[in-house]
């Protein structure tokens, strides 16, 4: 069955630059939620899309941005890049208030 | 997180059965879940349970959920090397908030 997809799996940015981390939602899942998870620690909840539209926020710094596109996928934009954004990224899909399977992650590391 | 708590570590020997738990403070959780991380992995959905349930079994997984106390837990019987993971517990806290609320994480080592 198709999954989740990130990309890059992986990523190594510098300090005050830009990136952009792509998900791909499972096939007929029009909902995505972004989460953020510190090493260490537990994931929290960044923002979630439903039908293109933000339908929830949470702790994302002003410094991130996200959509959502007509084919549903979604995109993350992190400017200005901290150390503290290192963590792995994970995007999750659902069918509208159903439950969230989880990609694989993005993997970021800011020097 | 702060709103889901579990015990950090659980050793257990192969082949014995695990018992994660889980409490929960907001009484509004309207389903709850199991999800395991492998080192250097994502999220992978275990189980799941409604709130208006107080067990559900899946092969040789058993959750337990004590509404009154806000108490879930999730049984793995005859533990495998392959269960040494990380279990998070999540909860999301009603029918029009979907975003998951984890706690810490229980680290599940399992020994020869």
């Known amino acids: 069955a198709a999954g989740v997809i990130q990309s890059p799996r992986h990523l190594i940015k510098e300090k005050r630059e830009t990136a952009t981390l792509k998900c791909y939602p499972i096939p007929r899942h029009d909902t995505v939620y972004w989460y953020q998870q510190g090493p260490g620690q537990d994931p929290q909840f960044l923002i979630s899309f439903y039908e293109k539209m933000q339908s929830d926020k949470g702790s994302i710094p002003d410094r991130f941005s996200a959509q959502q596109f007509s084919d549903y996928h979604s995109e993350l934009n992190m400017s200005s890049l901290e150390l503290g954004d290192s963590a792995l990224y994970f995007c999750a899909s659902s069918g509208f208030g159903e439950t969230q399977y989880f990609g694989p992650g993005t993997r970021l590391l800011v020097l | 997180g702060e709103d889901v708590e579990q015990s950090l570590f659980l050793s257990v020997r192969e082949g014995d059965s695990s018992v994660i738990n889980c409490t929960y403070t907001?009484?509004?959780?309207?389903?709850l879940y199991w999800y395991k991380q492998e080192p250097g992995a994502g999220l992978q959905l275990l189980t799941y349970?409604?709130?208006?349930?107080d067990m559900k079994q899946d092969q040789r997984l058993t959750v337990l959920l004590n509404k009154k106390d806000k108490h879930l837990s999730l049984r793995i019987a005859d533990t495998q090397t392959g269960d040494s993971a990380i279990y998070f517990c999540?909860?999301?806290?009603?029918?029009?908030?979907?975003?998951?609320?984890f706690g810490a994480g229980t680290t599940v080592t399992v020994r020869a």
């Open positions: 349970i409604f709130s208006n349930m």
């Open positions: 999540a909860e999301t806290l009603s029918l029009n908030d979907y975003k998951l609320s």
């Open positions: 907001d009484s509004s959780s309207t389903y």
